[in-house]
Nanobody
Framework: QVQLVESGGGLVQAGGSLRLSCAAS????????MGWYRQAPGKQRELVAT???????NYASSVKGRFTISRDNAKNTVYLQMNSLKPEDTAVYYC??????????????????WGQGAQVTVSS
């Protein structure tokens, strides 16, 4: 299995910065893409950013230019640097790890794993 442990959430004023970290353990060698999703109260979970093992990134339009996702494959850790935070960024942020289906089936793993969530609150 894969375990994801997040850290770095908190309370910040609008315009401030926070950095989230997510460390993977277990069968972390099987992970391809990792990413961050968020869920605000009363809303559906939405994609924030993803990064593949090779470093290709994808961002939601709402965070492009303000957030940066990065990854240290040696440490099995993914980061989300959040700058110029806005009150609408307030949400629980979840780390996600994707396992390629053929690998998941061969190793009896799930196709995706989630962290426990980190609260990010941006005050106006």
């Amino acid at each position: 299995q894969v375990q994801l442990v997040e850290s770095g959430g908190g309370l910040v004023q609008a315009g401030g910065s926070l950095r989230l970290s997510c460390a993977a353990s277990g069968s972390s060698f099987s992970i391809n893409a990792m990413g961050w999703y968020r869920q605000a109260p009363g809303k559906q979970r939405e994609l924030v950013a993803t990064i593949t093992r090779g470093g290709s990134t994808n961002y939601a339009s709402s965070v492009k230019g303000r957030f940066t996702i990065s990854r240290d494959n040696a440490k099995n850790t993914v980061y989300l640097q959040m700058n110029s935070l806005k009150p609408e960024d307030t949400a629980v942020y979840y780390c996600n790890a994707q396992i390629p289906p053929p690998v998941a089936r061969a190793l009896d793993l799930e196709y995706a794993y989630w962290g426990q969530g980190a609260q990010v609150t941006v005050s106006s």
